[in-house]
C-alpha cells in the first residue's frame, strides 16, 4: 500500500463505521436505510480507488471500476430520496423518479468505452479516464449537489428550533459538502494528474460523526461518550503515526539510518515528548468543544442540590433552583410549576424565560398526559424520548402537551410517590441535546428540590401554629367580650322594646280619642262647605274662604289618615290595600308641605317617570314615609340655599318602584348612619324630635315587602332611597 492510499483507507473506515453503527443502533425507519445504502456506496466507491491506487493491472482496476459504477450511478436518487425524508420536503416524488430513470439510462452505458474509457496511470496509481458520455453522470451529480445544498440551507433558515439548527448544519458540513468534492473528483477522471479531492471525504465524514454523536442526527439514540471520543482520537493519531512512519520508510530508504542504534531512541524521544503531548492536548480542545463548562455546572448543581435540602424558605428555594438551572444548563427558558393551595392543579410558581408567552396556560393541566405520565413512571419527559414506539398513541399528546409549555424536557418533583410540582426546561442556547449525565444531574437537583419543599411545607405550618396560636386566642377572647357586648345589647333592646310597647299601646289609646274629635270636626267643615255653596246665590262670599274650608277639610282627613296609620303601626286596626300611583304620593306630599317650605330660600327639582306603574300598597301609609322624608330634607337645606332632587322612576331588571330624595344639606356622618333607622335615635335638640319618625318609615316600607335606605354618593347631602315591589301582593 502506497502512501495515497491512506484518506481513501480512511473515508471507507468511515463509511464502514457508519455502516456499523447504522445496523446495531438504528432503527429501521426510512432515513437510516437510505443513509445506511448512501455509506455502501460510499464504501464501494474507496474499495474501487485503493483497488485502483495498489493494482498493477490496467484491466483489472478498469473492470472493478465498471462494476463500481453500476451502484454509483444509483447514489444520486438516493442522495435526493434521503435528504427529502430527512428535511420531510412535501411530495417530489416525480424528482425521485427521473433521477432512477437517468440512473438506468447511464447503467446502460457504464459497460461501453463512451462512459468509462480506460485507466489512466497517475502518480498516485491508476484512475478511470472517462468516456464521450461520462459528463452526463457529472452533470447529474453536480446538479443533485446543488439541489441537495439548497434545500438544506432553506431549511436551516426556516427552522425554528436550535437544536434542529445544529442538526442540519452538521448535515450541510458533512454530506453536503463532501459532494462538492467528490464532484471534483471528475478532475483526473477527465485527464488531469491532480490527486482526487473527494479522497479526503474522511475530514467530513469525521465532522458528521461528531455531530452525529453529539446532536444525535439520524435519531438513533447515541450521544457522544467520552471513552468512545477518546478511542477515535487514539485512533487518528495512530493513523497520523502510521502515515509518519511510511513518510519516514519512503525518505530513509536509501540510507542505513533505520539500522542503526539511534532510530529507535529517537522513534522513543518522538512518541514521549511529541505523540504523548499531542494526544493529551488534543483530548483537552475536545473536552472544551463537547464538554464545554459542563465540569463547572456539574460541581455547582451539586452543591446547590445539597445547598437546597437546608433551607426553609419557599420563595428561596424556587429563586435559587431556576437561577441556578438557567445559569448552569444555559437553556432557554426555566420554569417550576408546584401544586397549588387546593391541591388540584399546577400553577406556574417562578420563571426565568427570554420570552413569556401567555399561551403557556396551565388550565387544566392536572389532567393532562404529562401530569399523569409523570405520576406514573416517575421520570424526566423528553421531548425526543417520547418520539420512540414505546409510548405508543401517547406520544402525540404528550407533545402536544410539552408544545404548551414550549418544553424541551420536564423534571418530575417527587415525594413519598407524590407529584409535588415539576422543572420545565427549554432547548440549550448552543443548540446541544441533553445528555444522559445532564438528566442525572437535574434529576438529582429535582429530587432535592422536592424534598426541600415538603420541609419548608411543613416549617411553614409549625411556623402558622406558632404565629396563630396567640392569634387564636386573642380572637377567643375578642368573641367573649362581643358576647358580653352583645348581651348588653339585648338587655338594651328588651328595655327599648318595652318602652316601644308602651308607647304603642298609649299611641293606640290616643288614636282611638283622636279619631271621635277629628271626625266630628271633618264632618262640621264639610257640612258648613255645603252651606256656603248654597249660600252664593244670595249673599257675596270671599273664594278663599271656601278654598280655605276646603284645604282645612282634606287636613282632618290627611290628620285622620295619620291616625289610622299609628292604628296600622301598634296592629290595632286592619290595613287595607289600593291600586297607588307614586307620583301622586311625592305630589301630594309637597302640596302638604308647600306652606312649611314656600318661606326658605331653597329649589325643588321633580323627575317623575310619567309612565311610572301603580303598586298595590296604602296611599296614606306611603304619603306619611314620603312627606317624612321630604320634611327631613327641607330641614336639612333651610339654612343654606339648597336643592332637593326628587324622582321616581321603574326598574325593570328587579320589578320594582324606585323614589329618592336627595339634598345639598350638610349630610349624615358615617359615624351614625348605621342608627337613623333605629327607635329614640335622634339628632335633633331635646324637645324637636321622638327619635321615631324615620323608624315608622322604615317599618310602614317593611310591611310593603319594600326597603328604605341611605344610599352611599359621593355627591354634597343625604340621599334617601325607597324601593317597592310592583304587582299585587298580600298586605295586612
Avoid at 447529474?140 to 428550533?161: A, C, D, H, P
Avoid at 424534598?451 to 411553614?460: D, F, G, K, M, V
Avoid at 299609628?566 to 308647600?594: F, H, K
Amino acid at each position: 500500500m502506497n502512501l495515497y492510499s491512506i484518506p481513501p483507507l480512511l473515508t471507507l473506515c468511515c463509511f464502514l463505521g457508519l455502516v456499523v453503527l447504522t445496523i446495531v443502533r438504528g432503527h429501521w425507519t426510512k432515513a437510516n436505510i437510505l443513509f445506511l445504502i448512501i455509506c455502501i456506496f460510499g464504501s464501494f466507491l474507496n474499495i474501487d480507488i485503493l483497488f485502483a491506487f495498489n493494482t498493477k493491472s490496467a484491466k483489472a482496476a478498469l473492470l472493478v471500476s465498471r462494476i463500481d459504477h453500476l451502484f454509483i450511478v444509483f447514489s444520486m436518487p438516493v442522495f435526493i430520496q434521503f435528504f427529502h425524508t430527512y428535511l420531510k420536503t412535501p411530495d417530489r416524488k416525480w424528482l425521485v423518479y427521473l433521477t432512477y430513470a437517468y440512473s438506468v439510462f447511464l447503467v446502460c452505458l457504464i459497460p461501453t468505452p463512451l462512459y468509462l474509457e480506460s485507466m489512466q496511470k497517475h502518480f498516485f496509481g491508476f484512475f478511470a479516464k472517462g468516456g464521450m458520455l461520462y459528463p452526463l453522470f457529472g452533470a447529474g451529480g453536480m446538479f443533485v449537489t446543488i439541489y441537495i445544498l439548497v434545500l438544506i440551507n432553506t431549511s436551516i433558515r426556516r427552522e425554528k428550533s436550535s437544536i434542529q439548527k445544529n442538526k442540519l448544519k452538521y448535515v450541510f458540513a458533512g454530506f453536503g459538502i463532501m459532494g462538492l468534492i467528490n464532484g471534483l473528483d471528475a478532475l483526473p477522471i477527465l485527464g488531469y494528474s491532480v490527486y482526487p479531492p473527494g479522497n479526503m471525504s474522511f475530514i467530513l465524514l469525521i465532522i458528521f460523526a461528531v455531530g452525529l454523536f453529539k446532536h444525535d442526527l439520524l435519531d438513533m439514540g447515541t450521544l457522544i461518550k467520552k471513552s468512545l471520543l477518546y478511542s477515535l482520537i487514539t485512533a487518528f493519531l495512530t493513523c497520523i503515526y502510521a502515515f509518519l512512519i511510511i513518510v519516514a520508510d519512503k525518505v530513509f530508504k536509501n540510507f542505513n539510518f533505520s539500522d542503526s542504534f539511534y532510530f529507535p531512541i529517537l522513534l522513543f524521544l518522538f512518541v514521549a515528548f511529541i505523540f504523548g503531548p499531542l494526544k493529551t492536548k488534543v483530548q483537552t480542545v475536545i473536552d472544551h468543544i463537547f464538554s464545554k463548562g459542563k465540569y463547572d455546572y456539574q460541581k455547582t448543581i451539586k452543591q446547590v442540590s445539597r445547598m437546597i435540602a437546608s433551607v426553609l424558605d419557599y420563595d428561596e428555594i424556587a429563586k435559587l433552583l431556576i437561577q441556578t438551572v438557567f445559569k448552569a444548563m444555559q437553556v432557554e427558558h426555566c420554569i417550576l410549576f408546584l401544586r397549588d393551595i387546593s391541591g388540584t392543579g399546577f400553577k406556574k410558581y417562578s420563571s426565568k424565560e427570554k420570552h413569556i408567552n401567555s399561551a403557556q396556560s396551565i388550565s387544566g393541566l392536572d389532567k393532562s398526559f404529562i401530569i399523569n405520565f409523570m405520576r406514573e413512571h416517575h421520570q424526566p419527559i423528553k421531548r425526543k424520548r417520547i418520539t420512540e414506539r414505546k409510548y405508543g398513541t401517547k406520544a402525540q399528546s404528550l407533545l402536544s402537551d410539552m408544545d404548551r409549555l414550549d418544553a424541551e424536557i420536564i423534571l418530575p418533583m417527587i415525594f413519598k410517590d407524590r407529584l409535588s410540582g415539576f422543572i420545565v426546561l427549554g432547548e440549550k442556547l448552543s443548540g446541544d441535546l441533553f445528555s444522559q449525565e445532564d438528566l442525572d444531574l437535574l434529576e438529582t437537583l429535582s429530587s432535592q428540590t422536592a424534598l426541600a419543599i415538603e420541609n419548608a411545607n411543613s416549617y411553614r405550618r409549625l411556623d402558622e401554629l406558632n404565629r396563630n396560636l396567640e392569634a387564636i386566642v386573642r380572637e377567643r377572647t375578642a368573641k367573649l367580650n362581643d358576647a358580653l357586648i352583645e348581651k348588653e345589647k339585648t338587655l338594651d333592646q328588651l328595655i327599648r322594646s318595652e318602652s316601644l310597647a308602651a308607647i304603642g299601646q298609649l299611641v293606640a289609646g290616643t288614636a282611638h280619642e283622636l279619631n271621635n274629635p277629628l271626625t266630628s270636626v271633618s264632618s262640621l267643615v264639610q257640612s258648613t262647605i255645603e252651606d256656603l255653596v248654597q249660600m252664593a246665590d244670595k249673599i257675596t262670599l270671599d273664594e278663599e274662604l271656601i278654598d280655605d274650608l276646603k284645604f282645612a277639610h282634606k287636613e282632618l282627613n290627611r290628620a285622620r289618615d295619620i291616625v289610622s296609620s299609628l292604628l296600622g303601626l301598634s296592629r290595632q286596626t286592619q290595613n287595607y290595600t289600593e291600586p297607588v300611583n307614586l307620583n301622586m304620593v311625592v305630589t301630594d306630599a309637597l302640596r302638604i308641605l308647600y306652606n312649611e317650605y314656600k318661606h326658605y330660600n331653597l329649589e325643588i327639582s321633580e323627575n317623575y317617570d310619567p309612565d311610572l306603574p301603580d303598586i298595590q300598597g296604602n296611599f296614606a301609609n306611603l304619603g306619611q314615609v314620603v312627606l317624612n322624608i321630604i320634611k327631613n330634607a327641607i330641614q336639612a337645606v333651610a339654612d343654606n340655599k339648597g336643592t332637593i332632587f326628587l324622582a321616581t322612576r321603574f326598574d325593570e331588571n328587579a320589578h320594582q318602584i324606585v323614589f329618592t330624595c336627595r339634598d345639598t344639606g350638610p349630610g349624615i356622618d358615617e359615624s351614625i348612619r348605621n342608627d337613623i333607622f333605629k327607635p329614640f335615635f335622634t339628632t335633633k335638640a331635646v324637645g324637636k324630635g321622638t327619635g321615631l319618625g324615620l323608624y315608622i318609615c322604615h317599618e310602614i316600607v317593611k310591611k310593603h315587602d319594600g326597603v328604605l335606605f341611605l344610599e352611599e354618593t359621593d355627591k354634597q347631602g343625604a340621599c334617601f332611597v325607597m324601593r317597592l315591589p310592583s304587582g299585587a301582593y298580600p298586605f295586612s
